[in-house]
């Protein structure tokens, strides 16, 4: 049988490869993935993977050209545009969800990256300064990748088998993000100061800050009652017909 060339396409990664190491593959800003065809089928159709919630990770693996590329490697935003950019070439552009008992429906297309402002990086690192606006201590911190939502998720998979009830994933999840508190880079310190000194409202201001600059795909739309909702991503985000 003669051998087929499966068509591709280059995807624009919202963090335009910024905070990517140099030398690595996605430092480029672009990725390149084929169209979906029946083997991602398979995948989006896998029991085992479903029951494990990594039925999505390895359809990416799949339609993902470079294979020196780790999914581990992508930024949270990164990934999220790769997964429409998916579905777009699978699928077709039009999605439809439901809120609030409602159908809503969609253009995935008209989905777009959030302004990604490169003035905030310094020295070429996925590393960033805020001041707390209330307690005016200064900290650094970091977009999070994979390998970084692996070791959250690991966390707090410990801290529920010890107290069910009482999982603390905010203050996990900002132990991970942040770097520094006023130079103080030990995670002891950083720990400490999450758990007993991070005022609530300088949290809230903190991951206000975090979401307006991190590299992302603005999965927000409006309704026709003037909502604004989040475009949910799932494994119906890809295929309706997998429940």
Sequence with gaps: ????????????????GLLYPDGHPLKSGKI????????EEDILS???YI?????????????IINKDIKLKDLLIGDKNAI?????????????????????VDIDLTELENKPFDESYIVDGKNEFSFT?????????????DGHEEAKIEAELKGLRKIQKDNVPELTTR?????????????????????DNYMLARDSRAFREHLKSIQPDVDMSVILDNGEEVEVPLGLNFFWPDSE
């Design 1 to 16: 049988m003669a051998e087929f060339k499966f068509p591709t396409e280059e995807v624009e990664l919202p963090s335009k």
């Design 32 to 39: 390149e993935i084929k169209y979906m065809t029946a083997k």
């Design 46 to 48: 896998n029991q085992a």
């Design 51 to 63: 029951q494990k919630g990594t039925v999505l990770d390895k359809l990416l693996e799949s339609v």
């Design 83 to 103: 997964l429409i950019a998916t579905r777009i070439l699978g699928y077709g552009k039009n999605y439809s969800f439901t809120y609030n008992s409602e159908k």
């Design 132 to 144: 707390l606006p209330h307690s005016n201590t200064l900290i650094t911190f970091k977009v999070l």
């Design 174 to 194: 900002l132990k991970h993000i942040i770097l520094s508190v006023n130079g103080e880079t030990e995670s002891k310190d950083v720990r400490e100061f999450v």
